[in-house]
């Protein structure tokens, strides 16, 4: 592997504008889709094979209006009036009449005019009748009130008992991502328009909330902070730019060809989220790991920089192919979870990484072929990256030497803290962002508290109840007053209405709302009990039912999420011991960096729980919202860090193995390892850390969330894991950790990722024979 890379970075190098013409020819082709084809991204969460995803596939069969996109607009009237009273009154009729009338709205009016016209009592009227005389009475001064026109309420309006809000529930023809681009815009545009001459403020919700900002201030800032470090680091506004340009180049191939192809398959908001924040951090570290290299061999050993880049490529771009290889399997594990949302995730995320890689071993020497001895760092004070020479001890060494010598105690302290990080996760609680996740000041949040007040707070997650006649017949009065007096008895549940019914009368949808909100334990208890009672209530009344909705959903989502993190974790912690021990041929080393891994995610996990839900130092984040850790988070956190993790740990000790393998002993090939990487990594985890710290700046919670989770897990990994615990582990074992049974290393292949082989075929030039040790080992003894 190490010589053929070799070979590939040679002629990169000698030959930059075939490369470089190459990738910019890739380039105009994702540019030249993306302009053929509209960017088409949902903000949908369907998990095939759930209950509530059961029932809403059913109805686009039985009641095609009642499955697309669920709308609701809350209307709040000025301070000292009253919606319903005069100018308020007006101004609401005519938003709810701009509302209907758009062409992706379904317009239930014209069929109760239609059942209307046909005179005497319809098979609508009478199933409306029956299911309110059987719902439940909501305690006095709290029931909303319907908005009458000619004696007549307006459908789906409902205005507050107060008269301070009123609420518009309506239906989209298709679910709200296949919509026209900018269709829910218009919506709320027209109705805000028609309701401004009454003063009403409009606030979206539900549904109708806009797609998350994929690049935001805070993802900017991020790469600013990240472009520091990196001038930092390598001293060279030449040498900081090429990881730049490396990182933005595979974002736009990898997040801009999955873009192209939104109209072929569907385009999560987070798919792009994830990878453009994967591609940004791992794009950034692969380059800066192989820039330091070349940069270290051209100042250690006087290598010009076209025989160190190749060099650099062979040996650390081994690492970082199979660091990349890594992150690559461990997203492509989420296809065994068996959710198309996730896999999506996973193939969309996974091929950015490779185009990272791909770049990092091509582009890179391209573009330090056009650079060349520009490259070459200054000697002036500047300390070779072993320790060794010049006049002072960079602190590498010096952490290397201490971690060497005071072993027990850095092993305690990297094992006990991520445990006691780890505590808050036990009460770890999942779903999906309701309006209360967001802060108080976005529209998000005001809708969900003005709604909850005026209402109560199962207004902002009615359940969709599907009801399916038994017989040939239609739903008959008498078998929806069963079937509604059975649901309102059951606890928890505030009111029943009648949401819709197809023109054959064998099919309605029924709308419960719940006492509790969408993330409240009652509301997920209430599910389980109508879910629980509804073949019984369904025999009583001849009918059959389902539960769905977005509360419904998300409580199915996070069931079928929790049941599937335990398989995934294993497929993953069998892939790590798998392929750490092919490359670093050991049997300890791919344990203590699982155990690390394990450690890792318990902390992540524990202090996310503390922060978003707990609501514990949340004014660092700027954040004043509590909510349940998001569903799709643990099984998205446990892939994307586990292949982080396999970065750091690969560049770390394939430079404690390459020391080993050249004739140190185990402590000094410890020391010589961490003294080596241990910058690279702290940089690279800086980086990491700014990127997905940016991401923390977003205002949708899932997006917080998942920017915090991965930010959090970079710096527990990155400082207590692979900078402690494992050298701390490597320097307590001694020559037991590279030990292997010669009869499993005769089927092992030799991966020589540490470029053994290439030291062998491809001698240095004038390379000094036995170099003594550096300073950092002498230090271990």
């Known amino acids: 592997m190490s010589v053929l890379l070799y070979r590939l970075g ?36 369907r998990i095939d094979g759930t209950p509530a995803q059961r029932v809403i596939d059913d109805l686009a069969t039985s009641l095609p209006e009642a499955s697309g996109g669920q709308g609701m607009l809350v209307f709040e009237a000025p301070a000292g009036t009253r919606i319903g009273d005069g100018r308020t009154r007006d101004a609401l009729l005519a938003a709810v009449d701009a509302v209907h009338g758009h062409d992706h709205v379904v317009d239930p009016r014209a069929a109760l005019a239609e059942e209307a016209a046909k005179g005497g009592r319809s098979a609508l009227l009478r199933a409306q009748a029956a299911v309110a005389r059987a719902a439940p009475r909501p305690s006095a001064g709290k029931a909303p009130v319907p908005l009458l026109v000619n004696g007549r309420p307006v459908p789906g309006v409902a205005v507050s008992a107060d008269g301070s809000a009123a609420l518009l529930q309506f239906q989209f023809d298709k679910q709200t991502f296949e919509l026209p681009s900018g269709t829910v815009e218009d919506t709320v545009a027209a109705a805000r328009q028609k309701a401004a001459p009454g003063g009403l403020e409009v606030l979206p919700s539900g549904s109708m909330m806009q797609l998350p900002e994929v690049v935001g201030v805070g993802e900017v800032v991020g790469v600013g902070v990240a472009a520091l470090v990196l001038l930092v680091t390598l001293g060279s506004v030449v040498a900081a730019g090429l990881p730049l340009v490396i990182a933005l180049i595979g974002v736009t191939v990898g997040v801009g060809g999955a873009f192209a192809l939104s109209g072929v398959f569907e385009i999560h908001s987070l798919t792009a989220v994830l990878a453009l924040m994967l591609g940004l951090a791992v794009g950034i570290d692969y380059a800066l790991f192989i820039i330091v290299r070349q940069r270290r061999l051209i100042l250690d050993d006087g290598l010009d920089a076209h025989e160190a880049a190749a060099r650099a490529i062979g040996t650390a771009g081994s690492a970082v192919f199979f660091a990349g290889s890594t992150v690559v399997i461990a997203l492509a594990g989420l296809l065994v979870v068996g959710i198309t949302l996730l896999s999506t995730m996973a193939v969309v995320a996974a091929a950015t990484i490779a185009i990272a890689v791909l770049l990092a071993l091509t582009l890179l020497p391209a573009l330090l072929g056009l650079v060349k001895e520009r490259i070459r760092p200054s000697r002036r004070g500047a300390p070779r990256a072993d320790g060794a020479g010049a006049g002072r001890r960079p602190w590498a060494v010096r952490w290397a030497a201490g971690l060497v010598r005071r072993r027990y105690p850095a092993l305690a302290v990297a094992l006990l803290i991520p445990l006691v990080l780890a505590l808050p996760a036990a ?57 509604t007096s059975g649901l309102g008895r059951i606890e928890g549940t505030r009111s029943v209405s009648l949401a819709g019914m197809d023109p054959a009368g064998t099919t309605a949808v029924l709308a419960l709302v719940p006492a509790s909100g969408p993330n409240d334990d009652a509301t997920k208890d209430l599910v389980a009990e109508v879910r629980h009672r509804s073949e019984r209530i369904g025999a009583d009344s001849g009918t059959t039912l389902g539960v769905s909705g977005f509360t419904a959903l998300a409580i199915d989502i996070s069931d079928r999420l929790t049941d599937v993190l335990p398989l995934y974790l294993a497929t993953v912690l069998g892939l790590s011991l798998i392929i750490l021990l092919l490359v670093f041929r050991s049997v300890l080393v791919p344990l203590t960096a699982t155990l690390g891994f394990l450690l890792t995610i318990a902390a992540t996990f524990g202090v996310t729980t503390a922060v978003f839900q707990w609501g514990w130092l949340q004014g660092l984040i700027g954040l004043d919202a509590t909510s349940p850790v998001v569903s799709l988070l643990p099984v998205i956190i446990t892939g994307v860090l586990y292949g982080l993790a396999m970065d750091y740990q690969m560049f770390l000790v394939t430079s404690m193995r390459e020391a080993h393998v050249h004739g140190a002993g185990a402590r ?51 400082f207590l894991i692979r900078l402690t615990l494992i050298p701390a582990t490597m320097a307590l074992a001694r020559e037991k950790a590279w030990w292997l049974p010669a009869w499993l290393g005769r089927l092992l292949p030799d991966l020589d990722v540490e470029g053994d082989k290439l030291a062998q075929k491809i001698p240095l030039p004038d390379r000094p024979a036995d170099r003594p040790h550096t300073a950092a080992a002498r230090q271990t003894s």
Request: hydrophobic share 50%.
């Open 10 to 45: 040679r002629w990169a190098y000698g030959r930059p504008w075939y490369v470089i013409g190459g990738w910019l020819a890739v380039v105009a082709a994702v540019a030249g889709l993306l302009l053929a084809n509209p960017i088409k991204v949902s903000n949908e969460v």
């Open 427 to 483: 009460g770890m609680k999942t779903g999906l962002p309701s309006g209360a996740s967001y802060n108080g000041d976005t529209a998000q949040r005001r809708s969900y508290e003005l709604v909850s007040d005026a209402f109560g707070r199962g207004y902002n997650g009615p359940l969709m109840i599907a009801v399916h006649s038994t017989g040939t017949g239609p739903l008959t009065p008498a078998a929806l007053t069963t079937l």
């Open 668 to 718: 000094e090939a410890t020391a010589i390892g961490v003294s080596r990487a241990g910058s690279v990594v702290v940089a690279a985890a800086t980086i990491m850390i700014a990127v997905f710290a940016g991401f923390v700046l977003n205002a949708d919670p899932m997006i917080k969330q998942m920017g915090f989770a991965l930010a959090t897990g970079i710096v527990v990994d990155a």
